[in-house]
């Protein structure tokens, strides 16, 4: 049985700490205010301090709280059959993500969630929106692309988002449905990580010591929302993915750490 002290002994020190830290207020902010982007910031730059296969994991366990604050509203204004397809989706593709993760080893994997990363804030940035038929088919792919990046990273956002924006419509409405998307693929990849045996006891002190500044940080961005100009705060939480991404690569590793 594990003791107090191997517990504790999983939380990094010093500056990986701070970092690890500093990830976890910064997701939360752009979580509370955007509804995207917590995990395409907190995963690269948590991996500096741990491995990807406790960062993602943490990145859920996070999110139970993200879950319970922001999930009831989304109920009542979002598209709920867009969703259950979206979420049929992710039952398909999560699996093959957290395949990855526990197939890979631990450096491997860091390049793959950063370069990954990366190549989804190009898709966020140059504004492309799919503008097509929509069928449950369709919505069901597009889910499971959601999927396959959920499970190695927790970030099933951007082809999503890029799916639900393409619309003419209420915005709010696409916000609130994308938000029901989340609920669901926050349970499919519950299912998929314990699986994996990704989630265990090992998590409750990384999530004690994280969860108080991620709270922090989605109660800053829900204040926000609606206050600050939200196409700057879309391009600042732009900035933050793209730095978290750049951080997270290993070649840091001897400043960073």
């Known amino acids: 049985m594990a003791t107090i002290g ?4 999983l939380v990094p020190s010093g500056a990986a700490l701070a970092w690890l830290l500093a990830a976890s207020f910064a997701a939360g902010l752009a979580r509370g205010f955007s509804g995207f982007g917590q995990a395409l910031i907190f995963v690269p730059v948590a991996a500096v301090a741990m ?3 406790v960062a993602a994991p943490l990145m859920w366990a996070l999110e139970a709280y993200a879950m319970v604050k922001l999930t009831p509203p989304a109920w009542r204004q979002g598209d709920r059959v867009e969703a259950g397809w979206l979420g049929l989706g992710v039952l398909l593709g999560t699996p ?3 395949l990855a993760l526990v197939s890979f080893d631990a450096l491997t994997l860091r390049w793959l969630v950063a370069l990954s990363i990366l190549a989804m804030l190009v898709l966020l940035i140059s504004g492309w ?8 088919a369709l919505t069901a792919g597009v889910g499971a692309a959601g999927g396959v990046f959920s499970g190695i990273a927790m970030a099933p956002g951007p082809p999503v988002i890029a799916y639900l924006l393409g619309r003419d419509g209420d915005a709010r409405q696409a916000r609130a449905t994308f938000a029901l998307f989340l609920a669901v693929n926050w349970i499919v990849v519950a299912v998929a990580f314990a699986a994996a045996g990704l989630l265990d006891h090992t998590l409750l002190v990384p999530l004690a010591v994280t969860v108080p500044a991620y709270a922090a940080g989605i109660w800053g961005g829900l ?3 609606g206050l600050a100009d939200e196409k700057v705060f879309r391009h ?3 900035a933050m993915i793209g730095l978290a991404a750049i951080i997270g690569l290993p070649v840091w590793d001897s400043v960073l750490r």
């Open 223 to 225: 204040r926000m929302f």
């Open 129 to 136: 929106r799919f503008r097509g038929p929509r069928r449950p």
């Open 96 to 98: 093959v993500g957290a």
């Open 236 to 238: 600042a939480c732009y």
């Open 51 to 53: 491995s990807p296969r």
């Open 6 to 9: 191997d517990l504790t002994g």
